[in-house]
């Protein structure tokens, strides 16, 4: 199947900014959607961004919409989540994920996000 690593996470101020990278391997990364996803503690996990496969179409969540860019580099296998005007409640472990099949079914480890106020 796919695997996902990602990177990028950390402690930051409200206000602040990070971006988020996750690689891919194992198909070829230009076949299929990716996304991210969130989950804070004692929730459940949450869609925030997905990007089609050329990249060519985004979708985000209400709650990260003007606040967040998906984009991905198919020559890199890379996808990347710029997270800007970051506030307390984006603290989460962020995943990233793969639609191989149509569905979001390739997951990665995570990273961890927190925004202090």
């Known amino acids: 199947q796919v695997q996902l690593v990602e990177s990028g996470g950390g402690l930051v101020q409200a206000g602040g900014s990070l971006r988020l990278s996750c690689a891919a391997s194992?198909?070829?990364?230009?076949?299929?959607?990716m996304g991210w996803f969130r989950q804070a503690p004692g929730k459940e996990r949450e869609f925030v961004a997905a990007?089609?496969?050329?990249?060519?179409?985004?979708h985000y969540a209400d709650s990260v919409k003007g606040r967040f860019t998906i984009s991905r580099d198919n020559a890199k296998n890379m996808v990347y989540l710029q997270m800007n005007s970051l506030k307390p409640e984006d603290s989460a472990v962020y995943h990233c994920?793969?639609?191989?099949?149509?569905?979001?079914?390739?997951w990665g480890q995570g990273t961890q996000v927190t925004v202090s106020s």
């Open positions: 990007i089609s496969r050329n990249g060519g179409s985004t």
């Open positions: 194992g198909r070829t990364f230009s076949t299929y959607g």
């Open positions: 994920a793969a639609a191989v099949s149509g569905s979001f079914d390739s």
